[in-house]
């Protein structure tokens, strides 16, 4: 997981304390990757590695924004030149557009998202915009969500028969079975559908 620093600079430490070798420091808009977090005499401390390969030690309290892919759910987002709504809009954005969130200003009290896009455009777009998380398609996660709606889809029908059998069942209950077994069979379609859109990209990949 990748981060980049949001204060103007900090320290690196060699190990997790202030007491120890700075081996570097940071300033704003640096960008690391994030490691394992301890916690060290009551003080939190969260490992990075900077570009170069080095490791170091920065403190719990230090404020990064953590890079991320995000989605538009909304058409014609704009992206403004400057976090400012009176700076030049520079592109504007179709609904389902995936852009990477690399920051975020704030500019007389309004927030503004820092977003590059897959072209290399690097704009900024009102914190109030319709954006979500992206979450790419992975075999892991597909495989999850089908063992997942399979398990449902089996206790529903597995319930329903046992309460048939008993004359247990209701109309509310049934639709309620129903309602069960229908979310475990759109989770196993929807995983089936992740699953094999992973392995497409996986396999272009592999021919790239």
């Known amino acids: 997981m990748r981060g980049i620093l949001v204060e103007e600079e900090i320290k690196v430490y060699a190990e997790p304390s202030d007491q120890t070798l700075s081996v570097t420091s940071l300033k704003k808009g640096d960008e690391f990757e994030l490691g394992k977090v301890s916690r060290k005499k009551k003080e939190v401390w969260v490992e ?9 030690f920065i403190t719990g309290e230090t404020k990064i924004f953590v890079i991320k892919k995000v989605q538009f759910f909304a058409d014609n987002i704009e992206a ?3 976090p400012s709504h009176e700076s030049a809009v520079i592109k504007i954005y179709p609904k389902k557009t995936v852009v990477t969130a690399v920051g975020y200003e704030s500019d007389e009290g309004k927030g503004w998202v820092k977003i ?3 072209d290399g455009v690097t704009g900024f777009v009102k914190g109030e915009a319709k954006i979500r998380v992206y979450q790419e398609a992975s075999k892991e996660n597909g495989k999850k969500q089908m063992f997942s709606g399979g398990m449902f889809a089996v206790l529903a029908a597995a319930f329903y028969i046992f309460s048939y059998s008993k004359g247990q069942t209701t109309s509310n209950m049934s ?7 229908a979310f475990g069979l759109m989770q196993v379609v929807q995983g089936f559908l992740e699953f094999n859109k992973a392995k497409k990209k996986e396999n272009e990949t592999k021919q790239g």
């Open 175 to 181: 639709i309620l079975i129903v309602a069960v077994f």
């Open 80 to 82: 403004h030149e400057a």
């Open 48 to 56: 990075v590695t900077l570009p170069s390969g080095q490791t170091g």
């Open 116 to 118: 590059i896009d897959g």
